[in-house]
C-alpha cells in the first residue's frame, strides 16, 4: 500500500506563492511517475502537473505553464510544487497522485492512469 501525504496549502493573496509537498510511503517512490491535480468546487479534477520517475520530464497544464513548477527528490521520497503569481482561479484542493506503472514511458496526465491519491490540501488565492 502505497500513503501520499501532501502539505503546504493555505491561504494567499492574488500574485503571492506556495510551495506544496507531497511524501510518499510503502514502496520505490523513485520508479513511478508522480502527478498533481486539483478541483475546485462544482468542477471536474484536472491535471495540473507531472514529473517522471527520473525527473526529467515534466509536463504542465497550460493554465500554469510558466508560473508552476514541479520537481522531486527521490532521496526524500517527496514531490513538489512550487506554485508562483497565483491566480484567483487557481484556488482548488490539491491532490498528488501516484502512477499505476512501474517506470512508464510517458507522463500521464489522465487520472485514471494514476493509482494512488494523497488526501488533498486546501490553496485559497483571495483576490
Known amino acids: 500500500q502505497v500513503q501520499l501525504v501532501e502539505s503546504g496549502g493555505g491561504l494567499v493573496q492574488a500574485g503571492g506563492s506556495l510551495r506544496l509537498s507531497c511524501a510518499a510511503s510503502?514502496?520505490?517512490?523513485?520508479?513511478?511517475?508522480m502527478g498533481w491535480f486539483r478541483q475546485a468546487p462544482g468542477k471536474e479534477r484536472e491535471f495540473v502537473a507531472g514529473?517522471?520517475?527520473?525527473?526529467?520530464?515534466?509536463n504542465y497544464a497550460d493554465s500554469v505553464k510558466g508560473r508552476f513548477t514541479i520537481s522531486r527528490d527521490n532521496a526524500k521520497n517527496t514531490v513538489y510544487l512550487q506554485m508562483n503569481s497565483l491566480k484567483f482561479e487557481d484556488t482548488a484542493v490539491y491532490y498528488c497522485?501516484?502512477?499505476?506503472?512501474?517506470?512508464?514511458?510517458?507522463?500521464?496526465?489522465?487520472?485514471?492512469?494514476?493509482?494512488?491519491w494523497g488526501q488533498g490540501t486546501q490553496v485559497t488565492v483571495s483576490s
Open positions: 497522485a501516484a502512477d499505476k506503472d512501474n517506470r512508464r514511458l510517458a507522463v500521464p496526465v489522465s487520472g485514471t492512469l494514476y493509482e494512488y
Open positions: 510503502g514502496r520505490t517512490f523513485s520508479s513511478y511517475n
Open positions: 514529473i517522471s520517475w527520473v525527473g526529467r520530464w515534466t
